[in-house]
């Protein structure tokens, strides 16, 4: 033993060892029989180290963690749609064109379907698992990623998600309400954001999930503005107003603007504002940085397949789209196939980083080599 500190009576005292009756300590040391010298043999217990993993990202656990970003923002974008789509029922024009949207990014299977509640259905089929592109399909979608990336999710996270599945099945199956359904629906999205901003450890996992759903916001939407303005008509005040609910910046419009909205300025918002967390500047600004963090940590130089489709969309001149006249009508139609352009780029992206960070073929280096 390398010894230690003992308490030691004072003269007199037997039975009692205390320092205030004159005791005291001394320094003791333990010999060896043989006296060898203590250094050599000391069996006194080292203090345990942590051991720190530092294995590398398993790809599979990466895409489920990428591919669950991914889902929740689908989720949340088609709830947003459907929500503010039943909002206009009263408006026989703008219904029209929301339910041709919704039928565009698959919220019906049948052109036959309508979203509208009928008293007494046993389902609502806007909400029906048969629809391979429904809301219900993308929720089972989100479920089965997060099972697979478990082990990167608190209790709390992955509660989260169950409760979510549950209170959307349970609603469907009791015919609740199209529009309570979908309020529970972005309040438990909500929830699940909030759990990837700030209770995740935000290492590269964590990058690709986040960089997942910053690729679906920013694809929904310009799909859903070039849907729009296609065409090349003025939307009207009503379409604007549906527009900006889908886009979650009817609040930001308001308090920035006195005015009704209007073309220029919701354009402006949700396309240009780089302080929207909703707008597709933002979306472009995050994942170009997300890009930079995952090269740096990754190694390789980041990825440019969006650069020349955000380039020509910020080319646009905002004041050349109000108005009747054919150099207006054109302007709305350039900035439709430029938008539509852009979420074609979202889509390579996704792919190129499918094939660059989502192999789960390993490949037998030596049979590579002969």
Not at 240 to 260: F, N, Q
Request: negative net charge; proline residues 4%; aromatic residues 6%.
């Amino acid at each position: 033993m390398p010894g230690g500190l003992a308490r030691i009576a004072g003269d007199g005292a037997v039975d009692v060892v205390s320092m205030q009756r004159g005791g005291g300590s001394k320094d003791v040391w333990v010999l060896t029989p043989d006296l060898r010298p203590i250094e050599e043999f000391s069996g006194a217990p080292t203090q345990p180290r942590t051991q720190i993993r530092h294995d590398e990202l398993p790809s599979r656990l990466v895409e489920n963690l990428y591919w669950m970003g991914r889902y929740s923002e689908r989720c949340d974008s088609k709830a947003r749609l459907l929500r503010a789509s039943l909002g206009v029922r009263s408006n026989a024009a703008l219904w029209s064109t929301a339910v041709a949207v919704c039928r565009h990014f698959g919220c019906m299977r049948d052109p036959g379907e309508d979203l509208t509640h009928k008293a007494g259905s046993a389902n609502l089929p806007m909400f029906s698992e048969a629809n391979p592109l429904g809301v219900a399909a993308d929720l089972q979608r989100l479920v089965r990623c997060a099972s697979q990336a478990r082990s990167r999710l608190s209790a709390e996270n992955w509660r989260a998600i169950g409760v979510l599945q549950r209170e959307f099945h349970d609603a469907w199956q009791r015919s609740a309400d199209p529009r309570e359904i979908l309020d529970r629906m972005l309040l438990s999205l909500a929830a699940l954001a909030g759990f990837a901003h700030d209770d995740m450890t935000q290492d590269d996992g964590w990058r690709l999930m986040m960089l997942g759903r910053r690729l679906e916001r920013l694809q929904f939407l310009a799909e859903l503005l070039a849907q729009r303005l296609a065409g090349g008509s003025t939307p009207s005040q009503a379409e604007l107003e549906w527009l900006l609910d889908i886009g979650d910046s009817t609040i930001t419009y308001r308090t920035r603007y006195l005015a009704s909205p209007q073309l220029a300025a919701t354009i402006d918002l949700l396309v240009f504002d780089h302080s929207n967390p909703r707008s597709l500047a933002f979306q472009w600004d995050e994942i170009e940085i997300s890009l930079l963090r995952i090269a740096v940590s990754l190694g390789g130089t980041p990825d440019t397949t969006l650069d020349a489709a955000v380039t020509l969309v910020e080319e646009l001149q905002l004041s050349a789209l109000e108005g009747d006249s054919a150099r207006a009508e054109r302007a709305r139609v350039s900035l439709g196939v430029q938008l539509q352009a852009l979420g074609v780029a979202v889509g390579l992206l996704s792919d190129r980083l499918s094939l660059k960070h989502f192999s789960l073929i390993e490949l037998n280096l030596s049979m590579v080599a002969a």
